[in-house]
């Protein structure tokens, strides 16, 4: 069932009015989108009129580096000339946007007394307020990747699960003929994006039909012939880093990846994506010499003063940079340490994707300098570990490997062992349905594939129609 953004709130079948809600999508979907959109409507008074007479936004990538703080000061430093004291004493009318929890870096175990005057470690007052042990009566929308789902769901009462869908078909080919101010240009980038299958279906998430148009942009003002070659995240993503190096400065992709890909990892690995100057110039002598097209840069108050940090451009990008630091740039033994280790922690899965997608052999096509990708031996260790992974249960993320890695006879051998396919926490769109069709290709059929509760839309079905003579059973 759809649901508008003006009825997140509405009550359910029991009339019961959610208090807090979840909207969850993968990278690029446009969670932040939706929530700054949720902001402008409402101020706009086109939204939520009578239910809420403020409402806050937090961040969870900025609230990482606060120190003590109480929620009031936390407000203040965004709303000092709101009168806090007296808007906080009506909760009931209060809506929290707080986007991004795959970015928080605390654990929610984290907790004690105090209300929303309490001075204390911004794990506690976030994790409070996440809690509804301050502020209660107040309704929070918090967005995260579905990787993230399952602890944000362990420790916090959710009341309303939303899945964001990303673009149609019909808003990719407007979004495309809004790009380009040259009508020939967006005829010919919508006709690209049409005949690849494969990019059509990754365009339906916004920021990668950003990417695709300005790799198609870059390409067509320098006359240079269209690449056939993009069928998956990875090689887009590639392919657009390839496009900034080379019209951004003078350094190599490997200068680049020696230069951000630790930042990168250890960002990942610590779930940590704003980077103090300080930080970036132990790696780099100056953080906006070479890189700067990679790395936004943020300014934030520090007591009296301003200070200044980096983020890379999205969060997909330092995921790529990780992995083409990993493949290039790490042993055998530091590569098994973090496929391992992967395993346990869900922030790394996304790295491990794109290692996959790097491991295919026509990656090369797109990085002039074949001796930077360990392709050979990073097979068998991809190998090695997704049989290890695959063990016990099936998750949707080893199939996007596998996706990634777009090798048929790489595919069939994995997939040996995965015979039960299952739903995933309900979120399943069509991106997934094209990889879910893909494996099952490469298997021959299965035993069991059920989506039950997936709430499939005619997209969706459209797409396994064609695998489920192939599955034994269907639910």
């Known amino acids: 069932m759809c649901i508008q953004l003006e009825n997140v709130f509405a009550p359910d079948e029991n009339e019961e009015i959610p208090s807090t809600v979840v909207l969850q999508g993968p990278a690029g979907i446009g969670k932040t989108f939706t929530v700054n959109k949720i902001m402008f409507d409402w101020a706009s008074e086109n939204i939520f009129q009578g239910k809420f007479d403020y409402v806050f ?26 009168n806090l004291k007296e808007i906080l004493a009506c909760p009931e009318k209060l809506l929290f946007l707080m986007d991004g929890f795959d970015e928080w870096k605390f654990s929610l175990d984290q907790d004690e007394g105090g209300d929303e005057h309490t001075k204390q470690p911004v794990a506690i007052t976030v994790n ?46 407007e979004y495309v003929f809004n790009y380009f101010q040259a009508k020939e240009q ?14 059509l279906t990754l365009c339906f998430v916004p920021v990668v039909c950003w990417i695709v148009c300005e790799v198609i942009k870059h390409s067509i003002d320098c006359g240079e012939e269209l690449n056939r070659n993009l069928k998956t995240a990875t090689q887009v993503f590639v392919h657009f880093v390839i496009t900034l190096c080379r019209h951004h400065g003078n350094n190599s992709l490997s200068d680049i990846i020696h230069k951000l890909g630790p930042l990168a990892l250890g960002g990942v690995r610590k779930q940590q994506f704003l980077f103090q100057e300080e930080e970036l110039e132990k790696l780099i002598s100056s953080p906006v010499q070479g890189v700067s097209a990679f790395l936004n840069k943020i300014q934030f108050k520090q007591g009296l003063s301003c200070g200044s940090a980096y983020h890379f451009l999205h969060l997909s990008i330092q995921e790529v940079f990780a992995a083409m630091f990993c493949v290039s740039g790490m042993s055998d033994e530091e590569i098994n340490t973090l496929l391992n280790d992967s395993l346990r922690n869900s922030c790394l899965l996304n790295v491990v994707q794109f290692m996959f997608g790097l491991a295919n052999k026509n990656i090369q096509e797109l990085i002039s300098d074949s001796n930077l990708l360990h392709i050979p031996e990073l097979r068998t260790q991809l190998e090695n570990w997704i049989k290890e992974a695959s063990r016990g249960v099936c998750k949707l993320e080893l199939l996007h490997c596998l996706f990634e890695i777009q090798d048929e006879e790489f595919a069939k051998k994995a997939m040996a062992d995965m015979n039960n396919l299952s739903s995933w926490n309900g979120c399943v769109n069509k991106n997934d349905c094209t990889v879910i069709k893909y494996c099952i290709e490469q298997r021959g059929e299965v035993e069991w594939l059920s989506l039950w509760q997936s709430h499939l839309e005619e997209e969706e079905v459209k797409v396994l129609m064609e695998v489920l003579p192939k599955c034994k059973t269907f639910v």
């Open 186 to 199: 967006a005829a010919q980038a919508l006709n690209y994006i049409k005949e690849n299958e494969s990019v």
């Open 57 to 82: 936004h937090f961040d969870f990538r900025k609230l990482n580096t606060k120190g003590d703080v109480s929620l009031i000061e936390l407000l203040s430093d965004q709303y000092s000339d709101l």
């Open 128 to 173: 409070r307020l996440l809690k509804r042990k301050i502020l209660s009566k107040s309704t929070l929308l918090i967005t995260t990747r579905p990787s993230s789902l399952e602890t944000l769901d362990k420790s916090v009462t959710l009341q309303r699960f939303a899945d964001l869908l990303g673009f149609s078909e019909h808003e990719i080919q």
